[in-house]
C-alpha cells in the first residue's frame, strides 16, 4: 500500500458527460501528479499540483482540469468525453521539496478505470 | 525533451533464473533520477527500485539490482531468483527535479512473465 487513495476504482459512463476523480497524497507530500494510462500504453503526464498551485503541465486535453484543495487532496475533471478517454487514470505523489532529492520520488495510488460507453 | 527507450517489449524467464531488462534514455542533464516500477495484472503502480546519478554505486533492492552506466545512458534491472509473483510489466522512468518542477518520462514497458 503506497499510501496515496483514489476514488472511484471504477467508473462507467457515456460519452459527452463529465466525471470527477479524485485523490488523496501520502501524509507529508505536497505534491500530486496525474497520468493517464490507456490500454497496453505506457503513462502519459498530464498534470502536477504542488501545494494548491499548479506547477507543470503535460499532455492534458483542454477538456480536462484539475485542482488541489487546501487539504492537499485533488481532483481531476474530464469533460465533454469520448471514447478515447477510456483509460486507466493514476495519481501519484510526493514531497517535491524545492531542493530535489530522493524524496521526490512518485508514489503511486492504484488508479480509477474509467470506461466511456 | 528527455527520451527513455526500453528495447524489449516482452521476456520470459524461468522461476529460479536471474534476468536483465534493458533501459536506455537521452538527456543533457547532469543530475536526475532513474526508477524502475512494476506494474502486475492489478495494474498497481510499483516502486521497484531508485537510482540517484550522482551516485555512483548501483542501486540494489533484496534481490533487483541495476546496473547504472552514466556516460552510456544505461539503467538495467536484474532481478535474481525470479519469482512468480516478478511477473508483470516493468516501466522505467527518469525524473529530472528543477526547483520543485518536476517531470517524469516513462519508457514504453516491458512485459516480463517468469514461467514455473
Known amino acids: 500500500d503506497s499510501g496515496v487513495t483514489q476514488t472511484p476504482k471504477h467508473l462507467i459512463t457515456a460519452t459527452g458527460q463529465r466525471v470527477t476523480l479524485r485523490c488523496s497524497p501520502r501524509s507529508g507530500d505536497l505534491s500530486v501528479y496525474w497520468y493517464q494510462q490507456s490500454l497496453d500504453q505506457g503513462l502519459q503526464f498530464l498534470i502536477q499540483y504542488y501545494n494548491g498551485e499548479e506547477r507543470a503541465k503535460g499532455n492534458i486535453l483542454e477538456r480536462f482540469s484539475a485542482q488541489q484543495f487546501p487539504d492537499l487532496h485533488s481532483e481531476l475533471n474530464l469533460s465533454s468525453l469520448e471514447l478515447g478517454d477510456s483509460a486507466l487514470y493514476f495519481c501519484?505523489?510526493?514531497?517535491?521539496?524545492?531542493?530535489?532529492?530522493?524524496?521526490?520520488?512518485?508514489?503511486f495510488g492504484p488508479g480509477t478505470r474509467l470506461t466511456v460507453l | 525533451a528527455q527520451t527513455v527507450t526500453q528495447s524489449q517489449p516482452e521476456m520470459s524467464v524461468q522461476e529460479a533464473e536471474t534476468v536483465t531488462l534493458s533501459c536506455t534514455y537521452d538527456?543533457?542533464?547532469?543530475?536526475?533520477?532513474l526508477f524502475w516500477y512494476k506494474q502486475p495484472p492489478s495494474r498497481q503502480m510499483i516502486l521497484v527500485i531508485r537510482q540517484e546519478a550522482y551516485k555512483q554505486q548501483n542501486a540494489t533492492e533484496n534481490r533487483f539490482s541495476v546496473n547504472f552506466q552514466k556516460a552510456a545512458k544505461s539503467f538495467s534491472l536484474k532481478i535474481s531468483d525470479s519469482q512468480l509473483g516478478d511477473t508483470a510489466m516493468y516501466f522505467c522512468a527518469f525524473m529530472k527535479n528543477s526547483g520543485g518542477y518536476q517531470k517524469v518520462t516513462f519508457g514504453t514497458g516491458t512485459k516480463l512473465q517468469v514461467i514455473p
Open positions: 538527456t543533457s542533464e547532469n543530475n536526475y533520477y
Open positions: 501519484a505523489s510526493s514531497v517535491a521539496s524545492d531542493s530535489g532529492g530522493p524524496s521526490d520520488t512518485q508514489y
